[in-house]
């Protein structure tokens, strides 16, 4: 099934509620034709309202444009737009049999029934649902019912996809299986989605690129392994994993040096100006036994195994305790001395200083 790909068109786009509040401070943003984009951050950050404006549910403030393929759509009603749109609950008609949810759409705008049933039947092959046409959906397991969803949203031939939250419903153990599936049915389709979520590792599964928004405004756009290694922005580095803070002095800032444990390591041109450096705790190297050359010492204060891996806190001089993840057969025991070392690459600004 052919879908159209659409670039989406976001240009000084805000929303002032009656009360006053700002719900979207003016706001660019562009989706590639065919891109899968994540709108990632914490309730109140602005996603969904940028996500609604998009789709037509909510009305930007003047001088706000919402343009898809080059056509300003910013006045149209939701219903003239092309929007699919997948909801946190699915919201399938639990009477209807898979093959009448999927050709609701096209059944409401006055397709023949031939091509309802042509549409219907590429579908249900496209996300594998054969078999299940005359099923319900409370007879269906949760990645099917997403599958229903996802097919009913497409068969009008939408030139925009929005998924708002399909996941958040689910226990953690289904939310991963079904979070690669979705990833996988995204792909099949090649249509222009764009996908709300407060979950990182979600959003890193499934887009392409990431826009990751704070407080109304988005504050860095990327692919999910730049956004992760190369943060612009410290509540980037916080929100899409987890970060230790490591202090240094004004002196040890001139001089370009983090201490750490008894020695002073080098520190990157991009973070000449923080007295606050981040680490992510995977990228903290630990050793067994004495420190050799360029190592630091620290003492374990706690480890705990978390099957995949270990994490160890750490006592490290003059600086608040460290996490760091080494692997799940790592020798290093509560209360022995190990060596730390980080690789200069490995630190990240946070763009504080004192």
Same mark, same amino acid.
């Given at each position: 099934m052919e879908l159209e790909r659409t670039r989406v068109d976001v240009v000084h786009c805000a929303k002032t509620y009656a009360d006053g509040t700002r719900g979207l401070q003016p706001t660019d943003l562009s989706v590639e034709p065919g891109e899968v984009l994540a709108l990632l951050g914490p309730s109140g950050c602005g996603k969904t309202t940028l996500l609604r404006l998009i789709a037509g549910l909510e009305s930007p403030d003047a001088g706000s444009r919402i343009a898809f393929g080059g056509t300003d759509v910013t006045q149209l009603p939701i219903e003239q737009r092309g929007i699919g749109m997948v909801f946190q609950h699915y919201a399938l008609f639990p009477q209807m049999t898979v093959a009448a949810n999927i050709?609701?759409?096209? %059944?409401?705008? #006055?397709?023949?029934?031939?091509?309802?049933?042509?549409?219907?039947?590429?579908?249900?092959?496209?996300? %594998?649902?054969? #078999?299940l046409e005359h099923k319900r959906p409370a007879e269906l397991s949760g990645g099917q019912r997403q599958r229903v969803a996802l097919a009913r949203a497409v068969a009008v031939r939408p030139r925009v996809l929005l998924l708002d939250e399909p996941l958040t419903a689910l226990d953690a153990k289904l939310k991963e299986a079904l979070r690669d599936e979705l990833a996988e049915l995204l792909r099949r389709l090649h249509i222009t989605a764009i996908h709300v979520t407060h979950d990182q590792q979600e959003a890193l599964a499934i887009a392409d690129r990431l826009a990751v928004m704070q407080a109304g405004r988005i504050v860095q756009v990327g692919d999910g392994e730049t956004l992760y290694r190369a943060p612009a922005h410290s509540f980037v580095a916080t929100f899409l994993g987890r970060v230790n803070r490591l202090q240094r002095d004004e002196a040890a800032r001139a001089r370009q040096l983090l201490p750490l444990g008894g020695i002073e390591m080098p520190c990157p041109a991009a973070c000449a100006a923080d007295t606050v450096l981040l680490v992510r705790p995977e990228d903290i190297e630990v050793q067994a036994g004495p420190a050799g050359e360029g190592w630091g010492r620290a003492e374990v204060l706690r480890r705990s195994f978390l099957g995949e891996r270990v994490q160890l806190t750490l006592?490290?001089?003059?600086?608040?305790p460290l996490q760091a993840d080494v692997a799940r057969d790592h020798p290093a025991r509560q209360g022995e001395g190990v060596a730390i070392r980080i690789r200069p690459e490995r630190l990240m600004p946070s763009h504080q200083s004192t």
């Amino acid at each position: 099934m052919e879908l159209e790909r659409t670039r989406v068109d976001v240009v000084h786009c805000a929303k002032t509620y009656a009360d006053g509040t700002r719900g979207l401070q003016p706001t660019d943003l562009s989706v590639e034709p065919g891109e899968v984009l994540a709108l990632l951050g914490p309730s109140g950050c602005g996603k969904t309202t940028l996500l609604r404006l998009i789709a037509g549910l909510e009305s930007p403030d003047a001088g706000s444009r919402i343009a898809f393929g080059g056509t300003d759509v910013t006045q149209l009603p939701i219903e003239q737009r092309g929007i699919g749109m997948v909801f946190q609950h699915y919201a399938l008609f639990p009477q209807m049999t898979v093959a009448a949810n999927i050709g609701y759409g096209l %059944r409401i705008r #006055g397709a023949d029934a031939a091509e309802q049933r042509r549409v219907v039947g590429e579908l249900v092959d496209l996300v %594998r649902l054969n #078999g299940l046409e005359h099923k319900r959906p409370a007879e269906l397991s949760g990645g099917q019912r997403q599958r229903v969803a996802l097919a009913r949203a497409v068969a009008v031939r939408p030139r925009v996809l929005l998924l708002d939250e399909p996941l958040t419903a689910l226990d953690a153990k289904l939310k991963e299986a079904l979070r690669d599936e979705l990833a996988e049915l995204l792909r099949r389709l090649h249509i222009t989605a764009i996908h709300v979520t407060h979950d990182q590792q979600e959003a890193l599964a499934i887009a392409d690129r990431l826009a990751v928004m704070q407080a109304g405004r988005i504050v860095q756009v990327g692919d999910g392994e730049t956004l992760y290694r190369a943060p612009a922005h410290s509540f980037v580095a916080t929100f899409l994993g987890r970060v230790n803070r490591l202090q240094r002095d004004e002196a040890a800032r001139a001089r370009q040096l983090l201490p750490l444990g008894g020695i002073e390591m080098p520190c990157p041109a991009a973070c000449a100006a923080d007295t606050v450096l981040l680490v992510r705790p995977e990228d903290i190297e630990v050793q067994a036994g004495p420190a050799g050359e360029g190592w630091g010492r620290a003492e374990v204060l706690r480890r705990s195994f978390l099957g995949e891996r270990v994490q160890l806190t750490l006592a490290v001089a003059g600086q608040e305790p460290l996490q760091a993840d080494v692997a799940r057969d790592h020798p290093a025991r509560q209360g022995e001395g190990v060596a730390i070392r980080i690789r200069p690459e490995r630190l990240m600004p946070s763009h504080q200083s004192t």
